[in-house]
């Protein structure tokens, strides 16, 4: 199984950017998707997540700013990223619950990262 993210990129602050993250490989099911962020120097946080149902979790320094979505007959997850900031700059990673078709119990994996920068 495999996560592939992109969508990654310079922008203005104000501006906006779209990540996507793709699973593949031999899935029976994907349970949470998400993506995190890491800045340098900081840990790897939290930024937004979506549970195959549909509900969605956000960082608080993202509320009304970011939005998650799935397709979950793609495999894949989305972020939309408005009224970028300057502290938004970091490596985001995707994030999925799967439960791959060989293993039948949820594993974690992870995208490698796409960069945001943003500049003021």
């Known amino acids: 199984v495999q996560l592939q993210a992109s969508g990654g990129g310079l922008v203005q602050a104000g501006g906006s950017l779209r990540l996507s993250c793709a699973a593949s490989?031999?899935?029976?099911?994907?349970?949470?998707m998400g993506w995190y962020r890491q800045a340098p120097g900081k840990q790897r946080d939290l930024v937004a997540d979506i549970t195959n149902t549909g509900s969605t979790t956000y960082a608080d320094s993202v509320k009304g700013r970011f939005t998650i979505s799935r397709d979950n007959a793609k495999n894949a997850v989305y972020l939309q990223m408005d009224s970028l900031k300057p502290d938004d700059t970091a490596d985001y990673y995707c994030?999925?619950?799967?439960?791959?078709?060989?293993?039948?119990?949820?594993?974690?994996?992870w995208g490698q990262g796409t960069k945001v920068t943003v500049s003021s």
């Open positions: 994030h999925a619950e799967v439960v791959p078709m060989t293993r039948r119990k949820i594993i974690n994996y």
């Open positions: 490989g031999s899935i029976f099911s994907i349970s949470d």
